[in-house]
């Protein structure tokens, strides 16, 4: 629990990109399991051969979706709990919440598919040609499910490219700041020489006094030496 809040806003963001990235291509292989693709139905020694295909392995992989996207979840939750820094964050959270929706929803979509495919294979065993009529179903949805990933990817680099202007705009700002910055030392350091110059008067000036306090002092010690002497 402590390495998991010891976690930053980044870690937390690529540990969600991982796990979407993973859960979308389970999902693509889970979709394409549901709906019987690679299957022995082409074959034609017994009209009684089943439509669907490693059962197990569907149940297994259905499974391992599920704590993934718990665990997506728990991730999400985490990065919303994080301070927010700008309208950029805020636009990258409602992002992932929007993926992990739309994988919810295909993931119980094909749940759904895939029980309804295994009710018409009881009742289809002997009729050949209606039991390909599911499948070309699914491939619509198959296509379908690529246009949406198109449109995810696409609304992933929108948000980059969001998120670049923002720092273009942080930059010209600081740009200008460090502009600002620049004229006021290079007014300080223009009005340098007229000081040292002031300050060299000064010293000029201090020197000049001492001697000449120097040159009466003399002057009157000599007096003095020589009235007490004569």
Do not use: W
Not at 88 to 105: G, N, P
Not at 211 to 224: D, F, R
Request: with cysteine.
């Amino acid at each position: 629990m402590s390495t998991a809040t010891a976690l930053t806003y980044e870690d937390l963001r690529k540990q969600a990109r991982l796990l979407e990235n993973d859960i979308d291509l389970k999902l693509v292989a889970y979709s394409k399991l549901g709906a019987g693709i690679n299957t022995p139905h082409h074959k034609h020694e017994s009209d009684t051969v089943p439509l669907l295909s490693g059962e197990d392995t569907f149940e297994s992989m259905s499974m391992e979706i599920e704590q993934l996207l718990k665990k997506l979840t728990q991730v999400n939750e985490r990065m919303t709990e994080q301070p927010v820094s700008g309208a950029a964050m805020l636009h990258t959270l409602q992002r992932h919440r929007d993926i992990l929706a739309d994988m919810s929803r295909d993931f119980h979509k094909t749940n759904s598919q895939h029980e309804a495919r295994r009710e018409r294979e009881d009742l289809l065993k002997t009729n050949k040609k209606d039991s390909f009529r599911p499948e070309g179903i699914n491939r619509r949805d198959q296509y379908l499910k690529e246009n949406s990933h198109i449109q995810n990817s696409d609304r992933l680099v929108n948000e980059q490219i969001a998120i670049a202007v923002e720092t273009k705009e942080h930059l010209l700002s600081q740009r200008q700041t460090f502009k600002r910055f620049q004229t006021r030392f290079n007014d300080i350091s223009n009005r340098f020489p007229v000081l040292n110059s002031l300050i060299q008067r000064i010293n000029f000036r201090k020197r000049r006094d001492s001697i000449i306090i120097g040159v009466v002092v003399a002057l009157c010690t000599l007096l003095l030496l020589f009235y007490a002497f004569h």
